[in-house]
């Protein structure tokens, strides 16, 4: 259970990361390199924008559980 744990955890830090790479900042970001750059200066914020953000949220939130999961786990 500890080594799913584990994988599980790895994979979902890469897609957080990734995801919050995609997010346009200051500068631009990597949505740019794929045509969200253009899309959000002319329509402020397009439902893509926001999905990406809900993605992000979702991402971040297991994260966090499943660190206090196998904190509870490698701890017993």
């Known amino acids: ?5 584990g994988i599980l955890y790895l ?3 890469t897609i957080t990361i990734v995801l919050v790479l995609l997010h346009s900042g200051r500068g631009g970001g990597l949505s740019d390199m794929f045509g ?3 899309g959000a200066a002319a329509a ?16 971040s939130l297991i ?3 499943l660190t206090i999961v196998l904190a509870f786990v490698l701890d017993a």
């Open 44 to 59: 402020g914020s397009t439902s893509m924008e926001r999905n990406l953000d809900r993605l992000t949220i979702l991402f």
């Open 36 to 38: 969200g750059g253009l």
């Open 11 to 13: 994979i979902v830090g």
């Open 63 to 65: 994260f966090g559980f």
């Open 1 to 5: 259970m500890d080594i799913a744990l």
